[in-house]
């Protein structure tokens, strides 16, 4: 089974369980560069978007110091890919692949903000975990061997070892916080 097959299933398979929604997605290996930057910047948003929403309604610690992470890592991250854009004179092509993960982040942000106490915190960390898994998946199996731009490979390449640390730390929040 090829890597790009494998990317496309643990979406899919996250897309399914509900953690990024249940509309079909664009197979992340066809898309361009642009398209790539786009995707990239809009899965960052959804994770500080979920750390904002754990914020709001977390007040065990663990949770709390994970979500200020996500907000801090991701907005670091996004901030050099504007950077980077703005380097190059392009600007990120919406497509598909990233509509989708905008429709089931808001489908999940839905079912996320109904939820309280230690119900939230697992449901954070669990969704978190699937999260990271889905998006190192794409990013290592999809984005980075298939982006064209060095410079955005770069870029990629060393967010995801930022977000493979998240991934471990989220799951080691869900091991902590208990199912």
């Not at 290996?29 to 754990?54: P, S």
């Not at 999809?142 to 640390?165: C, D, H, M, R, W």
Request: charged share 20%; aromatic share 6%.
């Amino acid at each position: 089974m090829s890597r790009t097959l494998l990317a496309s299933l643990a979406l899919a398979a996250t897309l399914a369980a509900g953690c990024a929604g249940t509309a079909t997605a664009q197979d992340p290996a066809k898309l361009n560069d642009l398209e790539i930057a786009h995707a990239a910047y809009v899965a960052g948003n959804i994770d500080i978007r979920n750390a904002h929403l754990a914020l709001a309604l977390s007040d065990d610690p663990r949770v709390r110091e994970f979500a200020e992470l996500m907000i801090s890592d991701h907005e670091a991250v996004n901030q050099a890919a504007l950077d980077l854009l703005k380097k190059l004179k392009a600007e990120p092509q919406d497509n598909a692949f990233s509509q989708t993960l905008m429709k089931g982040a808001k489908d999940n942000w839905a079912k996320m903000a109904k939820l309280s106490g230690k119900e939230f915190d697992k449901s954070y960390a669990a969704n978190e975990l699937a999260y990271h898994q889905t998006v190192n998946t794409v990013v290592g199996d999809a984005f980075i061997p298939n982006v064209e731009n060095g410079e955005l490979k770069t870029l990629l390449g060393s967010a995801l070892s930022t977000f493979q640390a998240h991934e471990k730390h989220a799951e080691q929040m869900v091991a902590e916080i208990g199912s």
